[in-house]
Structure formats: C-alpha cells, structure tokens
C-alpha cells in the first residue's frame, strides 16, 4: 500500500515537471525540434543566461520559449526555439544556419564569453546536449614578450543522432576545430554559421536512452573507489562508535550497580555525592526560552521527514538525469506536504512541556526556517536580476511559491499546531523536580558548549565526508549524482551516529553534575553542519574553479541554509536521542 502511495506520489511530480522526455515517435522527414537553454562559464554552474544573450543566428519566425515546469525555472533553465532544422533520418551536410554581422560590441561580447570558456546547453527531444562556443590558444613568444592568446569563435556544429525505428535515442554533438573566425582583435565581422546532421540506427532501447548520462557520472573506476572509500569510512565509523558505546555501557552498568545496591542511609548518602544521580531533581527541567527550543525541534523533525520522503522516491527511481528539475520540484512539495508535522511536534511538545502561548508557537515554528531562507532568497535573486542571469526567478515563479506558501505551508502548520495544542499527552518524568535549580559546578573549558560542539561534530562529518565531495561536484559542477542508494546508506549512518555521539555527551555532561542537557543536545547533534559549511570553503578554494560575486553569493547564501536545515534535522535527532537516554537512566533507579 505504502509503495502504490509512493508510485503514485511520483506521478504527481511527474505532472509537475515540465520535460520529463515524453515519448515521442517520429515519421522520416518529420521535424525534430531543437530547444536551446542557456550560456554560461563552465567554471560557474550559477552563472547562466539566456542564449540569445549572445549574438547567435535567431529564427526566422521568431523566438518561442517552452512552458517550463516549478523545477526547470528553479534550475535556470529558460527553453527557447532556434533556427537549426532536423528532419528525422535525413542527412546534412554543411547546411546554412545563417549569416550574422557582428558588430564591434557584439565581437567583444563573444571574446569575454570565449576568454571565460562559456558552454552552451541545448536538448533534442529531451536529451541535453553541450557544447563550447569557441576556444583560447596559447600563441607561441619571443623571451621578454607577455604571452599572447588567439581566441576563436566555433562557426560551425555537427549532431550525430541514433535512432531506434521511430524514436530518438542519443544526440552528440561536436565542433569542427578548422571551422573557426578569429576574433581576437577584429572589430566588425560577417560569419557565416553552419550545421550538419548525420543519422545513424541502434539497437538500444528507448526506455535505456537516459542510462549514458547516468554511467558518464562516474567512471568505472572511480565508481569502485568510491565503494571501496564509502566502505572504509562506515567501517571506520561503526568501530568507533561501536567502541566508544561499549565504554558508555559498561560505565552505566557500575553506575546502576552504585545507585540501586546501596542499603543504608550512610552508603545512600555517600553514593549520591556525585555523579549523574545527584542532578535528578533538575535533570527534567524545561529548557529556558521554550517556545524557540520546541520550533527548532519541530521544524527539524519537518526536515527529516521530508528527506526520508525524497530518498523513498529516489530508491524507486523517480529521480533520474535531466528530468526536469524533479527533485527540486519535490522538495518544495514535500516541504509544504510536511508542514503539519512541524506544527504538530513543535505544539504538542510547547503543551506537554506547559507552554500556554501556541499562537506564538505556531508562528515561530512557521518562520523560523521560511524566514531565513525568504531573506536569503531576497538577497540572491536581486544579485541574480542585477547580473541578468537564469537564476533570477520570474515574478510568475515567486507567485507561485507565495502561493504555495500561503495556501498550504502555513494552513498545514496551523492545523498541526492545533492537533498538537489538544493532544492528551503528558510528559511524565521518571524524577520529581525540585523547586530551585541546583548550582551547577565550575567546569573546565572543554566542557563548555563550543568545544563539545566541536567534539560531536567530528565523528558524524568524518562519516559523510567522502560522499560530500560527489554531492558537491554534482549540486555544484556539471557532474550526475545517481547512485542514491550509497547516499541514502550513509544517510543513515550520519543519523544513527550523531544519535549515539550526542547521547555519550549528554551522559559526560551529566556526570559532572551538569543537568543543562537539554539545549545543548539539539547544538551538540546539529554541530556536523558547521564541519559541513567549514567543507564548503575548503571545496570553493581547493576543488572548484568558481569565482565571482554571483557565484559565491549563491554558493555561500545557499549552502547556508543548506547547513542552517542540517543543524535544525540533525539537533532534532541528537534531542531525540538524548531524551530518551536520559528517560531510561533515570527509570533504571530510584529516585525520592
């Protein structure tokens, strides 16, 4: 029943995006539409514009752009015609795209776009196609001179297209390197753009035409390193963890050995001297500032939700590549889809921990995701709109979300914040609280929050630090990430480590007679998303070509809020955990 739910679920995005590749069928000499996308430095994945930005041939009917789903328009795509003609089966050779003057203006244009190595993108029946629009040469110098460059402009394409009976299979395409116009010093030019077309049969079927896209995301070779680095790093992990929890449990079992064997007031009294049992009066006091603490944790358990959600489909294989920006259209449905999980966990929660004011649970709950990332958003697209760029969403497009927001995110919160306000539950401690709050002791400065931070941080990260490199040259560069079941396993491994990491500091914390737990669970379990965005530097300088204003605003602005949704998921998780430690320790004795 669940995986019908699922299936079904998938449709439903399906219809929400705008390419998925329908199936197409075409007769000999039928035309085969070609769409471009967009231009844009290969360096910089963000940084695209329009294709007509730069002074290419234009059809003679005019330009047509393609009705684009939620995802495509939040990827930057922006389909528009052009005038290169294919007919199904049907050979070219050399055919005349057009003759276009260029002007000294639209010369320098294209000698900036070639210095800075832009591609363009361009799909044939669904499939992408890339290709550079000219090339730099390093000309040879005499000792002394500077070094000079000859930059040339790619006058010329070639589509290679296999076909299986009446369908499209595969498209690539190529330049000619001795069909080219200098360009390096010219200030007015006609060029002349040609194509040429050749049609060949396969045998591959049309339902494995995406594979060679999937299979180009990572070489044999390093597919089998990354099992092996994967592999070594779990292990790696597991020992650690394993390790340190055997540790935990045989300190706990001396511990419950101490406080439940004790038979006379006097041993009673010298057993309650110190240690984790001494602070049980205080243990299950409510964290101040109540109202923030049940929105972090209602807001992460949101998150977690909605990424459990994404992984299910992306196991069924909903996600594959250049689909139309699926993903991304799932993650603004299923963030409002799972709104009412926020609301109810944060209300029930601000209830059985006797909170009165939900209204203003509710609210906070709402914003304090939303509200960061509309301000980050704000920030962005007006970066993006002054740089004229594809990221730069439509007024369309930000209506839509409005309205996506308004209609169903924050309806859904109010009626989970509403379920939760009536929920019967209670919290019932295994401890009474005392009235005052017992003095906590001096501690030494690793014991503080940063540091324990730093210390939780550590083993969770180092669990999903091979993976990040993937994930970011995907998400970041113009590499396909498809093997979600690797992602998905260490996924896993990240929450059932920074579950473990997080309750071992709670009990530390505790023993030393520190009863603060409750905050400093939810910093310790979302500290891995400070390793993550200290990662995000050392990539942008060390692994990437990136550069510019535009792309590292929307690197840095975005990964921020990537790293500010992993803290508020993974703090729910290390709150979680540590809950239900400290219940079943202070259950296991007896407490007055």
């Known amino acids: 029943m669940a995986r019908r739910g699922l299936l079904a679920l998938a449709l439903l995005l399906g219809s929400l995006c705008g390419a998925l590749g ?5 007769a000999p000499g039928q035309e085969v539409s070609i769409w471009a996308n967009k231009v844009g430095p290969f360096a910089n994945p963000t940084e695209t514009y329009q294709y007509f930005n730069l002074p290419f041939c234009h059809p003679k009917e005019g330009k047509e752009y393609k009705p684009e789903g939620l995802g495509e328009v939040l990827e930057g795509d922006r389909l528009v015609s052009t005038p290169y003609k294919l007919q199904f089966k049907e050979n070219k050779e050399n055919a005349v795209l057009c003759t276009q003057h260029l002007t000294s203006d639209d010369l320098d244009q294209l000698r900036d776009a070639v210095s800075e190595d832009y591609y363009f993108q361009m799909f044939i029946d669904g499939l992408p196609i890339w290709g550079f629009i000219g090339k730099v040469e390093k000309l040879p110098s005499k000792e002394g001179e500077e070094e000079r460059e000859k930059l040339s402009l790619f006058t010329h394409i070639h589509f290679d297209i296999l076909y299986n009976k009446d369908r499209v299979i595969q498209v690539d395409i190529s330049t000619d390197p001795s ?6 010093t010219a200030d007015k030019a006609d060029v002349d753009f040609t194509y040429s077309v050749s049609w060949k049969e396969t045998d591959i079927p049309y339902d494995r035409r995406m594979d060679k896209y999937a299979k180009y995301s990572f070489l044999p070779q390093h597919l089998e390193i990354h099992w092996f680095s994967i592999v070594n790093s779990c292990v790696t992990v597991l020992l650690l963890t394993g390790f340190l929890a055997t540790i935990l449990m045989r300190v706990l079992k001396n511990d419950f050995i101490k406080y439940t064997n004790v038979r006379d007031d006097e041993a009673l009294e010298d057993a309650e001297e110190t240690g984790w049992k001494l602070v049980h009066g205080d243990v299950f006091r409510f964290p101040p500032n109540l109202n923030l603490f049940c929105a972090v944790v209602g807001t992460g358990t949101q998150i977690l939700v909605m990424a459990l959600m ?7 294989g909903t996600y594959y ?6 993903m991304l259209t799932s993650v603004v449905v299923f963030y409002a889809l799972t709104a009412g999980v926020a609301g109810y966990v944060s209300a029930a929660l601000y209830k059985i921990m006797g909170g009165t004011n939900w209204v203003r649970n509710v609210l906070t709950t709402t914003m304090l995701f939303c509200g960061p990332l509309l301000a980050m958003f704000s920030y962005l697209n007006s970066v993006a709109w002054a740089y004229g760029t594809t990221a730069a969403l439509p007024f369309g497009t930000i209506v839509i979300i409005i309205v996506i927001w308004a209609l169903v995110t924050f309806p859904l919160t109010v009626v989970g914040g509403i379920m939760g306000k009536n929920t019967k539950a209670e919290f019932n401690a295994p401890c009474r609280t ?11 400065w690793y014991r503080q929050t940063v540091p324990q931070m730093l210390m939780a941080g550590f083993l969770p990260f180092s669990a999903i630090y091979i993976e990040l490199y993937y994930i970011f040259a995907s ?3 113009h590499k396909v990430y498809t093997i979600y079941s690797i992602l998905f396993i260490v996924f896993i491994i990240l929450i059932i480590v920074t579950a473990f990491i997080t ?3 709670t009990y530390f914390q505790l023993a030393v007679e520190d009863h603060r737990w409750w905050w400093r669970s939810v910093m ?11 990662y995000c530097f050392y990539y942008w300088y060390a692994r990437s070509d990136m550069n510019g204003l535009m792309q590292a605003s929307f690197y840095f602005g975005y990964m921020l809020m990537v790293c500010y949704g992993f803290f508020l998921m993974l703090g729910s998780v290390g709150f979680r955990a540590s809950l239900a430690f400290v219940r079943h320790i202070y259950k296991a004795i007896k407490c007055e």
Do not use: Q
């Open 22 to 26: 329908k199936d197409r069928k075409y």
């Open 179 to 184: 069909k080219t116009v200098d360009i390096t």
């Open 310 to 316: 994404i992984f299910a489909l992306s196991l069924l």
């Open 321 to 326: 590549p250049y689909n139309g920006g699926a």
């Open 434 to 444: 005392t009235k005052y709050p017992r003095e906590i002791p001096p501690l030494p």
């Open 475 to 477: 998400v970041w560069g």
């Open 503 to 505: 309750i071992a500091l």
């Open 524 to 534: 310790c379990g979302g500290s891995t998303a400070l390793f993550i965005y200290a």
